[in-house]
């Protein structure tokens, strides 16, 4: 008897650490803070090195990067399998690392805030990982669940009425999202029988004819389901009241729960609706292109008319997903490529964005008012009355400039600002505009007029973009005040400076991650090897049997 080769455990590791940690800590109740806040910590770092090795893993493997796990031991596709590629590990190791740095800043002050913050955190890791490296329909639902449930209650942490108005209509929309995903996946269970992803897509093609309307009305109705959770227009007026009202660190993790509707839709659009799939080739591939480039163009203008920080990172993030749901509609490896690079990028850059938005909130200074001219009079102020010293630059206040220190807090805060406006309008030369140029050579590629469409609101888009990020940024670190530097606790700068260090580590192996998301997308368009790896899978023997031959 051939030997059966061992198990894939590494896959199903990040599920079942933050499962065990929310346990564990459930277990010690609310009066044991700072020993939660270690675990949670702990397992928050330990999952990223799990993701990163898992990715390391199947990067490794070159043609073959596909490790799969059935946890219950049934074979496929009567039991559950879990799948990692490179699309899903990327996406483990984003959740991971923007977890990680959510977490970190929590720690200063959120997490006293409210209850079961901790337990909340890490059973919304839980969705999230599984969310990612599930390989059937109905553990996707179950992970959509434990996510958006988790997220519920880390939107309303910290209580007001701000947070409890947008928290209802965000409960309110995914309830209905997660109806239409329930009906969605029924009417696929009935027409194919089954709710393996790979299995569906095998079985796709020998749909009869006489079946075929109800098999895409099921899967228009599941699109429905994800484009909503992806904050597509219409249905996105949802997300900039709820991420603005959220604290700081749930918002930070709120930027990549939009990705996961992403994530959804590309990885069933490429298995299900190829080129080679006959009448249902390319289904729907119009509606993601047109709707994903009004949600760029509404997200764009929504940046512009935004003045306040927190509605314009919200705003961004509706951007980052128009660009994404655009790019999967054309079915094209080069453009999908380019596009999961600005995947990673814009999740990172919107991370720190929310961070950065309490901070710099915080540390605003009071503008002055217009100066009030002497004894009525019509003579001008003495600043400009008075010939200055010769040589000698100085502010409104007569205050020499030349040789002035910048409070430490408040260079930090404009560099990280800077930097993550530089990304999210994509201009040079950091890594958002490595990932739209990428984008824009496929689309000129491409040719057509729905790839010079989006090839005009990318580039319009970054053009409102860095108006409205400049406006921001002269609004907090430009007009005069009076008021002390801003103060920083370690706390909150390091996971802001780690994000901003892992969008420049982007510039400096940009190459090498660009060559990863262009293999990433050459293997969702040749889905025949996610179904051959699936379907692959054995169960083990029983034990009993291991020796016999």
């Known amino acids: 008897m051939t030997p059966t080769p061992a198990p894939e455990h590494l896959v199903v590791a990040p599920v079942l650490l933050p499962l065990a940690t929310a346990a564990l800590m459930l277990m010690l109740g609310e009066h044991r803070r700072r020993l939660k806040a270690l675990l949670n910590v702990a397992s928050a770092a330990l999952g990223v090195v799990i993701a990163l090795a898992l990715l390391l893993r199947v990067d490794a ?5 596909f490790a799969a796990y059935l946890p219950g ?5 009567y039991g559950i399998v879990l799948v990692a590629d490179r699309l899903s590990a990327l996406m483990a190791l984003l959740a991971g690392g923007v977890g990680l740095a959510a977490l970190l800043y929590a720690l200063a002050r959120w997490q006293h805030a409210g209850v079961y913050f901790h337990v909340l955190f890490q059973l919304q ?6 969310a990612f490296l599930t390989g059937d329909l109905f553990n996707l639902f179950v992970f959509f669940e434990v996510m958006l449930a988790a997220s519920y209650g880390l939107l309303l942490h910290g209580g007001g009425m701000a947070r409890v108005r947008a928290g209802l ?11 239409l995903f329930l009906i969605g996946v029924a009417v696929l269970y009935g027409v194919t029988g089954t709710l393996t992803m790979a299995d569906i897509a095998l079985k796709l093609p020998f749909v009869p004819a006489g079946d075929r309307g109800l098999l895409h009305a099921g899967a228009a109705i599941l699109a429905v389901a994800f484009l909503a959770k992806a904050a597509v227009w219409p249905l996105n007026f949802w997300l900039p009241p709820a991420y603005a009202a959220a604290s700081a660190p749930a918002a930070a993790l709120f930027a990549i729960l939009t990705k996961v509707g992403v994530y959804a839709l590309l990885r069933l659009w490429t298995l299900c609706f190829p080129a080679d799939a006959g009448a249902s080739a390319g289904f729907g591939g119009g509606v993601l292109v047109w ?4 949600t760029l163009a509404f997200g764009a203008v929504g940046m512009l008319a935004s003045q306040r920080l927190a509605r314009l990172a919200g705003f961004s993030v509706i951007a980052s997903s128009g660009t994404l749901v655009a790019a999967i509609g054309f079915g094209d490896a080069a453009l999908a490529g380019g596009a999961l690079f600005y ?4 999740t990172l850059a919107g991370s720190a964005m929310f961070l950065l938005v309490e901070l710099l909130e915080r540390g605003r200074q009071v503008e002055l008012g217009p100066q009030q001219l002497d004894d009525g009079n019509d003579a001008l102020p003495v600043f400009f009355d008075a010939e200055p010293p010769p040589s000698t630059n100085l502010d409104d206040d007569e205050q020499a400039l030349i040789g002035r220190a910048i409070p430490a807090a408040l260079a930090f805060l404009g560099v990280s600002f800077t930097m993550c406006a ?6 040079p030369p950091l890594a958002g505009f490595v990932a739209k140029l990428a984008m824009l050579r496929a689309l000129i590629d491409i040719g057509s007029a729905r790839a010079w469409t989006l090839f005009a609101l990318l580039i319009g888009s970054g053009l409102f973009a860095a108006i409205a990020l400049v406006r921001v ?3 907090h670190f430009w007009t005069a005040g009076h008021g002390p530097a801003p103060r920083l606790r370690v706390a909150e700068s390091l996971p802001v400076a780690a994000l901003v260090l892992a969008l420049a580590a982007l510039v400096v192996r940009g190459e090498a991650l660009l060559d990863y998301t262009r293999e990433a997308a050459r293997a969702l368009h040749q889905p025949q090897r996610y179904i051959a790896a699936v379907l692959g899978t054995r169960a083990l023997p029983p034990p009993a049997a291991e020796g016999v031959r």
């Open 61 to 65: 493997a070159g043609p073959a990067a």
């Open 73 to 77: 031991n049934w074979p496929v596709p």
């Open 125 to 130: 890791l839980m969705g999230l990982y599984g």
């Open 169 to 179: 209509h965000y409960i309110a929309i995914n309830l209905v999202a997660s109806l």
């Open 291 to 294: 709707g994903g480039l009004a």
């Open 343 to 346: 995947l990673a990028t814009s």
């Open 422 to 427: 530089m990304v999210v309008a994509g201009l």
């Open 473 to 475: 940024g002269m609004r």
